[in-house]
C-alpha cells in the first residue's frame, strides 16, 4: 500500500472518529497527518533500536520484501515478533535443511529493540543445548519471517502457505468437496510444470499491501524433496518471464486458485 494510500485511510479513519464523537483521538490522527506530523511520530518512538543483519541468498530476500509488501507487514516487525515468541512462548526455530543452496549472499538489515535483543543473546547458548544445534539471532528472525510470510521452504519438504482466511477455507472445503488431497495437487501441477505438460496461468497483479487488514490464515502443504527443490529454481524464472516476483508460496496459491476456483465476492 502507498504512503498516500495510507494517508488517506488514515484521514477517513480520523473522519470517522469525529463522527462518533471521538474528537481527541481524532484530533491527534490529524496531527500525525499534518505537515511535519510525522517528525512527532518519530520522536514518540523513544525506544533504543540495535540494527541486526540477516545474510541470506538475493532470493530468499526478495521473495521476503515481496511478500512483506504485498501483505503490508514490515520485516523487522516480523524479526521482532519471532524475538517475543522465543522469550514468551518457547517457540524455536526449526533445523532446516536449505534448499536454496549455491546462490548468491546478500544482507537484509532489520532493526529490532536493544533490550528485547539482549534478552535473546542470554538464552542462546541453553536453546542451542537443548536443540543440539546452533541457534543464532538470524536463524530465529529469518525462520519467522518466512513463516508468518509463506515464503522458504525450510525442510525442503514442507511449505507453509500464508493467504487470505477466507482463500484458504475455500481452498480446503473446495478440495473436501471434489474429494481431492491439497497435497497431491500441489505436486500434481508441479511436476507437470516441471515437465512442460501444464503452464502456470498468468496471476493477476494485487496492489502492494492489498492484503492489509485482512486476516491471514495458514496452509501447510507437503511437497516432494525433488519437487521443492524445483519450485524454488522455478521461482525466479517465472518471475522474469510473467515480469512480476514470484516466490513460492504465491506459485502454489496460484496452482491451488486454478485447480479450485476462488470465493466469490
Known amino acids: 500500500m502507498t504512503t498516500d494510500q495510507n494517508r488517506a485511510l488514515a484521514a477517513q479513519g480520523a473522519a470517522r472518529l469525529r463522527k462518533d464523537g471521538l474528537h481527541d483521538e481524532a484530533a491527534a490522527i490529524e496531527g500525525f497527518l499534518a505537515p511535519g506530523g510525522w517528525v512527532l511520530l518519530r520522536d514518540s518512538d523513544t525506544r533504543d533500536l540495535s540494527p541486526l543483519s540477516l545474510m541470506m541468498t538475493t532470493e530468499l530476500k526478495a521473495d521476503l520484501r515481496a511478500a512483506s509488501a504485498e501483505f503490508a507487514i514490515p520485516l523487522p516487525a516480523l524479526a521482532e515478533e519471532g524475538y517475543r515468541a522465543v522469550l514468551e512462548t518457547g517457540w524455536r526455530p526449526p533445523r532446516t535443511m536449505s534448499v536454496r543452496p549455491g546462490g548468491k549472499r546478500t544482507t537484509l538489515q532489520v532493526s529490532v529493540d536493544s533490550g528485547l535483543r539482549r534478552q535473546v543473546q542470554e538464552v542462546l547458548p541453553g536453546m542451542t543445548r537443548e536443540a543440539g544445534h546452533r541457534v543464532t539471532e538470524s536463524s530465529i528472525a529469518i525462520a519467522w519471517m518466512c513463516s508468518e510470510l509463506g515464503v522458504d521452504l525450510g525442510t525442503a519438504s514442507t511449505l507453509t502457505v500464508v493467504l487470505p482466511r477466507p482463500l484458504r477455507d475455500h481452498f480446503v472445503a473446495a478440495a473436501g468437496a471434489a474429494g481431492v488431497d491439497l497435497d497431491e495437487v ?4 508441479l511436476r507437470e510444470l516441471v515437465d512442460g505438460s501444464w503452464e502456470l496461468p498468468r496471476p493477476s497483479r494485487a ?59
Do not use: C
Open 186 to 189: 500441489v505436486n500434481q501441477r
Open 207 to 265: 496492489a502492494k499491501g492489498s492484503l492489509a487488514g485482512v486476516e491471514p490464515g495458514k496452509l501447510t502443504v507437503r511437497i516432494r524433496e525433488e519437487l521443492a527443490l524445483a519450485l524454488v529454481e522455478l521461482a525466479p524464472v517465472l518471475s522474469e518471464r510473467l515480469s512480476f516476483r514470484l516466490y513460492p508460496g504465491m506459485i502454489v496459491r496460484w496452482i491451488l486458485i486454478d485447480r479450485l476456483g476462488q470465493p466469490a465476492v
